[in-house]
């Protein structure tokens, strides 16, 4: 699905999934602030977690979307820590 949208950075991604809105600015396509069924997301906060781990700056930025084989939105019990 990622290929087929030609997805080239997190907005890109998450743009067709309901309840996501992008609140803020991705400066440099590095920072970006999501908006998640009301409740703010950030990449700066620890919010983003590559490969299972904490991604703690710089989650939204540009990568390589032809490496990433998915990319998961956690809702409900299962998204809080």
């Known amino acids: 699905m990622l290929e087929e949208q030609q997805v ?32 703010e997301v950030s990449d700066g906060a620890g919010n983003f977690t590559r490969n299972g781990l904490r991604y703690l700056q710089g989650g939204g930025k540009a990568a390589n979307f032809a490496n990433i084989e998915r990319i998961e939105v956690l809702r409900g019990p299962a998204a809080a820590d």
């Open 8 to 39: 080239t950075t997190l907005n890109d991604a998450l743009r067709n999934i309901s309840g996501v809105t992008q609140t803020a600015p991705s400066y440099f396509n590095q920072f970006a602030t999501f908006t998640i069924r009301g409740f």
